[in-house]
Every structure is written in structure tokens, then in C-alpha cells.
């Protein structure tokens, strides 16, 4: 337990001072380059918090991160080329956009699938409702079409 | 002493819970009615037992008793006197105690204000209810016991974590858990008229309110938690796809589509086994969210515990639950006859749609959430599923459903006319396009958020004033003005819970579209300008709080010389916890927030000052707040308000052509 409450607390202080993520220091001087730095990091994941990018954690880790993106950058890489530099040496864990290759294909085919099978059995659910027969009695039993027959006096 | 009998009172009403949970049982399957009523003084008795212990529980809380293990780990002398209270649920034992308070609650309101139920139905009802109370008593006692002592206790406590110390985040639990419970009521409602083999309109009728009920709640609950982090994690995010966020959305999907196909349910009679399913579902993700956010299983920032003894507890929770539930589904849907016929344009048909989308970008976020557990399971690779799938995956089902609702808002029961559904909204979405339009040419940048969240907000929100309007019938203005005012007030919940996810729609883009950011080194006495604003930082002070000392800055905002606001964010730390929180100052403007954090002194002398422009920031809390209202008109409607019974559908039930 104690274990754990360290562990909730570092979770949370990481999460509580994102005042301190990027830096002023770490801002590049091209605004167009540091826009980019900024659309990258926000897609990586910091590997010492939880579920936070690198742009919003005040992690000394995502700091690094944050500077090894903009030294990429600055040296000419493109986009692709930065990210795989970093999936490189932190491993795919670090991608908050999962990779649509392999296995994942299931995750990002998912919804559309779900989606048009969810439409087709309501297609033709609504069809057979259609077509179905009125129903005759109101589906009230003697009792109740006795009570109901009462009710209706009043 | 007193937390002894707190706890003693849990014990005994564990032990009318489960007596509870079989004797109307057998009741209502014999017909003894004896057997059967007695499920209402049990309701009752159940209820005040846990009230008893978790009261004891508060005690312990307000005088701080450092005897109690769990006032030790979350409570200090010098605690505020409502984070006192608020400390009981701040934690997993006490939370959890008031999960179960909660289930007791909701049983015996079903006892309370069910007397117009069957006797049946009622006692099967309380009986599933106190099945579930019973499991989640057991939980707690052999888990995760509240009241354990200590051998030698401690001068004082080691205080609440700072983050918790906060009205946003004090009152955010409590609306999640009467959400996730209330939809227990809708699941045990399922399950009895499953039992009954009977689902009907008055059933409907009944399971109605309890949904809008855990609904509104819910609503209340995620927008509060979306609010806390807006404002309390320095940045100004409000929603970060977190496996714990994603475990109360699910839920909230999920009851959203139950409210819709329970009104099928009830005024046509039809779609009742997609309902009962639905009203399974829903409580099924609710347990989810608890299993994600007590087992760790996901970790999460605000998972409550690592332990997977009681990850074990809950997932068998869920498998009995969900695994009865569903086998009973199984047997008993068949026999489910629908009644109501209808075309395939209807408004029957328009609701069948929204459920689609609901239920099925309740499913994606699943998936996604679950995906980086199964991807590691079985196929070896440790990845993430974050905002970026999320935003991709989620968002073109809100947009289908903004698309589509005022149109099936507009479309009569049993059969309609498309066209002539149409006829009256084809301005209205002529000007929303429009309207999309011009945003789009004046805006800077071309994004094409911002113009697409304003046409479907304001298609939205138009098209549920042309929905209550229409709904005036024919006539002269006088006339129609009046009958407005006589409409049901199911009609007002329609409208305005409707136009209140317009209004989120659109905020939400304009948030994420609009928003700009400045970050720099500012010098005491230095200005610089943001988005129309000349900002100054005037000074830098310590300040000692209760239980905390600040650094807090001060920033005047002036624009064409006139002073606007002065703003005064912090930094804060708390000894006693040993943590520092950030405190964002913010000045609430109807089209914009202006939003300020202080950063570190740097080498220079000077401070980080992070400064954003959060454009109609305050118009998605605004947008939650009126879905609630909405569910709120539609809960005091007259057909719940007087004899909900089955005694008054067949007469005043509302015309159904």
C-alpha cells in the first residue's frame, strides 16, 4: 500500500504542474518548425506518466524528449522521419496514434465495421417491423381488461 | 466505539441484503404475497443500517479519530471542514462505501415510491437491487474494510492528496456513483421483467425515470470532472481520453440510448428486448468503469488501487452480473413480442438510429480503451490508444447523430413523411450551412473545425426550436405562443437537453479551433500582449494558505488602456502531502476565457507566464448544464409525477399517432 500511495503521489505530481511542460528555454526560434515540434509532441506519450503527452508532462524525461524532437527537427528530418527516430529508441509504446499495421488493423477497422453491421440488423429489423401483422388484442389479460374496464368508468 | 458499530451496522445489513436478495424471490415465484412485500421494510431497514455506517464513517472523518487507518492515510487537523467530508469518498474503501450507500438508496426508493408497481415485479425488482448491494457489501467488508484501526495511532494525519482538495473535485464522485448506480436500477428492472417473462409500456414507463435519473447524474458527474481539469491542470485541457474518462463515457452513451428506446418502449411497445439489452449493457459498462478504475488493470492517473485481489473481486462481480443476466436475456428475449407496427420513416425508426450511434461509438471507445490489454495479451506488442485514435474514432458518430437528430425529432410516430418532415427545416439548415460559411471565410487559418461545429451546433439547437414549435400545432400566433406555454414538460426536456448538445458540439470545436497559446519568460513590471490584451506582471508574492503556501503572481489585463481584469495565479505546495498543485487564474468572459498559469523562476530573474485564450470555453459547461436541466423537465413530467402505474398507461397515455 505504501508502495502504491508513492506511486499515486509521483502519478500526480506529475500530472499536477503541467505549468512547466514546455519550457520558454525550449521554444525554437521558426515558429513553423516549432508549431511542428508542438503537432509531434502532443502525439507521443510520456513513458513516465500516465497517459499524458509529452507536451503537457513536466516530466524530466518528456523534457528530453521535447528537445530530442526539436534537435530532429532542427537538423531537417521530416515528420515520419522524427517519429520513427523516436518509436526507434523509446518503442511503439510511445505512439499515442496507434500504427494501423499488423493486428492494429482490427482496432482502426472497428468502428466502420461495427457501424454498418449495426445499420444493416437495424435495416432489417426495421423491415420486418414493417411488414409485421397488427396485432389484434391489446395483449391485456382477462384480469386486466376486467381493471382496465373499471378504470375507464371513473 | 462508534466505528465499531459502523461497522457492525455494514455487517448486518450485508446480512439483510442477501435474505433480501431470495426471499421475494421465491415470493413472487410461488405467488405468496407475504414473502413478497416483505422486501420493502428489508429496502428500508438495509438503507438506514448503511446510513448508520457510513455516518460513522463521516464521524470519524470530522474529528479526526487518527485510530481509523483510512482518517490517517486521507484526513489532517487542518483539513477544511468540507474537504473533511469530502475525504470519506476520496479514497477506495470509503468510495466504495458510498457505491454501496447509494445501491441501498436506490432500493429502497424503489420500495418508497414503487407502490404502484405489481407486487411481482416490485419484489423482483428489490430482490436483483439488493443482489447487487449484497455483492458490493461483500466487496467492502472482505476487501476493502473502512473502519480498520490502528494498533498505535498517529498524532496526526498524512492529509488528503492537494489535487482532491477542491469544490470541483469533492462533488465530481459522488454524481459519477449515483450515475453507475442508478443504472442499476435500470438493470434490475431489466432482469425482473426478464423473470416476469413481461415487458410492456407501463415497464417502460417505470425504467424511464430511474434511466433519466442516473443520466442527468452522470452528466453532472463528467462535466464537473471536465470542468476540475480545465481549470485545475494548468492547461486548460478537458477531456483527455483517459481509460477512467472513458469508463464513465461508456456509461453515459449507453444510458443516453437507453432514455430513447424506453420512450419506444413505452408509447409504442415496441424494441423492448433492445431495450432490456440496452438497460443490461449499461450497468454492464458501468461495472467496467469501476473494475478499470479499482483493479489497475489500466493504469490510469486516477485508478484508486494496484491491487489485484480486488481486481479479482470486481471482474467476478461483472461475470455473475453479466453472465446471468445475459444467459436469462438469452432464454427470455424470444418470448419479448413486439406489438407496435411502423414504417420504415418514423420516428420509431429515427430512435432505432440513434441507439445505432450511440451504442456503437460506446463500442469503439471500448475497443480502444481495451485494445493496448489485448494487443499486449495476445499478439506481444505494448502499445497506446490515445486522444488521436479516439478524436478519429469517436467524433464522425457525433456528428452522424447531430446530422440526423432534429430530423428525427421532427418525424411523427408510426409512419412519417420525409418531406414533410423537412419542409420546415430546410432553412434552418440552409442557415446553419451558411452560418458554417462565414465562419469559415472570416476565421484566420483554415481549419475546418470551427465552421463545421458551429453549422451542426446551430442546426442542432435551431432545429429543437422548430421541434417545439411545431409541436404548438396550427393556429395563430397568439394562440400558438400560448399552447407553448401549456406544452408537456417532457417537451421542454426534449428541447432543451437537445439544445444543450448543440451547444457543447459547437464549443467543443471552437475550444479545440480557436484556442491560442503564449508561453515566455516574463520580468516583474514587464507587459506583453495576447490576443487584444496588454499583460503586466505586477508582482510575485508568497502567501500562506490553511495548509498550503503560494507563490502567487499578479497579472493586470488592460485593453485600450482600461484595466479589464487582474488575475493572480498559483503555484501551491503542500507540505504535509509533500506535493505541489498549479492554480490557473481565469477570468470568465461569455466569448472567451483569458487563462493564465505560473511557471518557475527562471535564471533571470524573470517567471514563466503561460497565457491562453480559450475561445467560448464557458458554453461546453453551459451545454452540459442544459442537458441535465433537460433530463430534470423530462423526470418532472406529469405522466412520472402522478400515478406512474400500470392502472393510468391505458388511459392517459399519450396519443401514439
Known amino acids: ?154 | 466505539m462508534i466505528i465499531e458499530l459502523g461497522h457492525f451496522a455494514l455487517i448486518l445489513a450485508f446480512a439483510v441484503a442477501m435474505a433480501q436478495s431470495i426471499i421475494p424471490l421465491v415470493g413472487a415465484h410461488k405467488g405468496w404475497r407475504d414473502w413478497m412485500v416483505v422486501a420493502n421494510p428489508m429496502a428500508t431497514v438495509q438503507f438506514l443500517l448503511v446510513a448508520f455506517s457510513y455516518a460513522a464513517l463521516t464521524y470519524s472523518f470530522l474529528v479526526s479519530d487518527f485510530s481509523v487507518k483510512l482518517v490517517v492515510d486521507n484526513s489532517h487537523t487542518l483539513k477544511p471542514l468540507i474537504y473533511k467530508i469530502s475525504g470519506v469518498w476520496g479514497n477506495h474503501e470509503g468510495s466504495l462505501l458510498l457505491w454501496v450507500l447509494i445501491l441501498a438508496l436506490f432500493g429502497a426508493s424503489a420500495a418508497w415510491f414503487g407502490g404502484n408497481l405489481p407486487a411481482s415485479l416490485q419484489a423482483r425488482v428489490l430482490a436483483v437491487q439488493s443482489a447487487i448491494t449484497a455483492a458490493f457489501m461483500a466487496f467492502t467488508l472482505f476487501t476493502s474494510n473502512p473502519f480498520t484501526r490502528l494498533v498505535s495511532p498517529p498524532f496526526d494525519g498524512t492529509d488528503l492528496n492537494p489535487l482532491l482538495q477542491d469544490p470541483g473535485l469533492a462533488f465530481h464522485p459522488p454524481f459519477l456513483y449515483l450515475g453507475y448506480v442508478g443504472l442499476s436500477m435500470a438493470f434490475s428492472f431489466a432482469v425482473a421483467a426478464l423473470i416476469e417473462g413481461r415487458v410492456d409500456a407501463a415497464w417502460g414507463r417505470w425504467v424511464r425515470p430511474w434511466t433519466l435519473a442516473a443520466w442527468v447524474f452522470l452528466t453532472i458527474g463528467i462535466a464537473t470532472g471536465s470542468w476540475w481539469a480545465y481549470y485545475e491542470l494548468g492547461w486548460g485541457g478537458f477531456w483527455f481520453w483517459d481509460p477512467v474518462e472513458n469508463a464513465s463515457l461508456m456509461p453515459w452513451l449507453f444510458a443516453a440510448a437507453l432514455l430513447h428506446s424506453a420512450i419506444v418502449v413505452e408509447k409504442r411497445e415496441t424494441l423492448k428486448s433492445w431495450t432490456i439489452l440496452l438497460a443490461i449493457l449499461g450497468f454492464g459498462f458501468s461495472l467496467m468503469g469501476t473494475f478499470i478504475v479499482r483493479s489497475g488493470l489500466l493504469t490510469s492517473v486516477h485508478a484508486f488501487a494496484m491491487d489485484p485481489e480486488r481486481g479479482v473481486f470486481i471482474l467476478m462481480i461483472l461475470a455473475a452480473f453479466m453472465g446471468g443476466a445475459l444467459t436469462l436475456f438469452a432464454i427470455r428475449a424470444p418470448v419479448l413480442e413486439a406489438k407496435g407496427v411502423f414504417a420504415t420513416v418514423s420516428r420509431e425508426s429515427a430512435l432505432v438510429v440513434n441507439n445505432v450511434l450511440l451504442a456503437v461509438s460506446s463500442f469503439v471507445i471500448f475497443i480502444g480503451t481495451m485494445w493496448p490489454l489485448v494487443a499486449e495479451m495476445l499478439f506481444d506488442r505494448v502499445l497506446s490508444v490515445g486522444p488521436p485514435f479516439f478524436n478519429m474514432a469517436f467524433t464522425p458518430f457525433m456528428v452522424a447523430l447531430a446530422m440526423v437528430l432534429p430530423i428525427g425529432a421532427m418525424l411523427p410516430w408510426k409512419r412519417g413523411n420525409l418531406s414533410r418532415a423537412l419542409r420546415p427545416l430546410w432553412g434552418l439548415a440552409a442557415f446553419s450551412v451558411a452560418m458554417g460559411a462565414v465562419t469559415w471565410a472570416l476565421q484566420t487559418g483554415n481549419s475546418p473545425l470551427v465552421p463545421v461545429g458551429l453549422a451542426l451546433g446551430l442546426w442542432v439547437v435551431l432545429g429543437a426550436m422548430a421541434d417545439v414549435w411545431a409541436r404548438t400545432g396550427r393556429g395563430g400566433l397568439g394562440n400558438r405562443l400560448k399552447r407553448l406555454g401549456r406544452l408537456p414538460r417532457a417537451d421542454w426536456g426534449k428541447f432543451t437537453a437537445h439544445t444543450g448538445f448543440g451547444v457543447s458540439m459547437f464549443a467543443v470545436a471552437a475550444l479545440v479551433g480557436w484556442e491560442s497559446e503564449d508561453i515566455r519568460v516574463v520580468q516583474i513590471g514587464e507587459s506583453f500582449d495576447k490576443g487584444g490584451y496588454t499583460l503586466t506582471l505586477t508582482s510575485v508574492d508568497r502567501v500562506q494558505g490553511p495548509n498550503y503556501v503560494s507563490t502567487m503572481g499578479t497579472l493586470e489585463a488592460h485593453r485600450d488602456g482600461r484595466l479589464i481584469t487582474t488575475l493572480q495565479p498559483e503555484k501551491r505546495f503542500y507540505p504535509i502531502a509533500g506535493m505541489p498543485t498549479t492554480e490557473a487564474a481565469i477570468d470568465y468572459k461569455i466569448h472567451r476565457d483569458l487563462y493564465i498559469t505560473l511557471g518557475d523562476p527562471q535564471d533571470n530573474g524573470g517567471w514563466a507566464v503561460r497565457t491562453y485564450i480559450k475561445p467560448f470555453a464557458n458554453w461546453l459547461w453551459f451545454g452540459c448544464f442544459l442537458m441535465a436541466l433537460g433530463g430534470i423537465f423530462s423526470l418532472s413530467d406529469r405522466r412520472y409525477r402522478i400515478a406512474a402505474g400500470a392502472d393510468r398507461t391505458r388511459t392517459d397515455a399519450v396519443p401514439a399517432e
Do not use: H
Request: hydrophobic share 45%; with cysteine.
Open chain 1, 1 to 154: 500500500m505504501t508502495m502504491f500511495r508513492l506511486l499515486l503521489a509521483s502519478l500526480l505530481i506529475a500530472l499536477a504542474s503541467p505549468s512547466w511542460a514546455v519550457q520558454p528555454d525550449e521554444i525554437l526560434d521558426d515558429p513553423a518548425l516549432e508549431s511542428r515540434a508542438r503537432d509531434i509532441s502532443a502525439g507521443l506519450r510520456c513513458l513516465v506518466c500516465r497517459n499524458e503527452s509529452i507536451d503537457e508532462s513536466n516530466a524530466e524525461l518528456a523534457r528530453d524528449m521535447r528537445l530530442l524532437v526539436r534537435e530532429r527537427l532542427v537538423e531537417g528530418d521530416s515528420d515520419p522521419e522524427v517519429l520513427s527516430f523516436i518509436v526507434d529508441r523509446y518503442g511503439e509504446y510511445v505512439l499515442l496514434r496507434p500504427t494501423t499495421d499488423g493486428a492494429n488493423i482490427i482496432l482502426w477497422v472497428a468502428a466502420p465495421v461495427l457501424f454498418v453491421i449495426a445499420m444493416l440488423s437495424a435495416g432489417l429489423y426495421l423491415r420486418r417491423r414493417e411488414n409485421a401483422p397488427e396485432p389484434s388484442s391489446g395483449g391485456l389479460s382477462d384480469d386486466e381488461q376486467k381493471r382496465l374496464k373499471e378504470l375507464l368508468k371513473d
